[in-house]
């Protein structure tokens, strides 16, 4: 099965081959990534709180979902099946931007992600997967913005730093 193989990617993206996703966290090696924001239509964020029993970042909020694709699955197809798999719901998703980060949790874990953020928006409400998320909400970017400046260790690593660069790619102006 692909379902643990992770794509291993060099600093343009470019796929080189595939791991097993504990040695990838393990090694810190680069790999393709994904990160998902669904507004609603009153362009507020729905935000996930990853459950306590999460490999690393549990009870953090972060954005609405995120992953990684299979080896050999294309980046739309993952955004979709995680999108359902976390969260319980569907949306048309759009590619914003990319962006590279690099931390260490911990548990000695490494992320070192290539990751491709995608942007949706629906009022469907989430069903979300308890083994995923153990809470959700809905906030609008301001008073995120004020919250993680406050309290930016509620947040995961990946959202702090993407955060300002996914206000300047909305195709909305946030209040």
Not at 82 to 110: D, H, P, W
Request: glycine share 6%; aromatic share 12%.
């Amino acid at each position: 099965m692909n379902e643990d193989l992770l794509i291993l990617v060099d600093e343009h993206d470019k796929a080189w081959g595939k791991l097993e996703k504990k040695q990838v966290h393990e090694l810190g090696l680069l790999h393709r990534a994904f990160s998902v924001f669904i507004f609603n239509s009153k362009n507020e964020l729905l935000l996930q709180q990853r459950a306590d029993g999460k490999y690393h970042s549990g009870g953090l909020w972060t954005n609405t979902c995120c992953s990684h694709p299979r080896f050999g699955e294309e980046l739309p197809d993952a955004v979709n099946r995680r999108l359902k798999e976390e969260m319980g719901m569907t949306c048309a998703t759009t590619f914003l931007f990319s962006f590279v980060y690099e931390t260490q949790f911990e548990n000695g874990l490494i992320e070192h992600e290539f990751d491709h953020v995608f942007f949706g928006v629906t009022d469907e409400l989430p069903q979300p997967n308890p083994s995923e998320v153990q809470n959700w909400k809905y906030l609008d970017l301001d008073s995120l913005q004020k919250d993680m400046t406050l309290s930016p260790n509620k947040y995961t690593f990946w959202l702090n730093i993407c955060f300002p660069k996914l206000k300047a790619h909305l195709p909305f102006k946030s209040n």
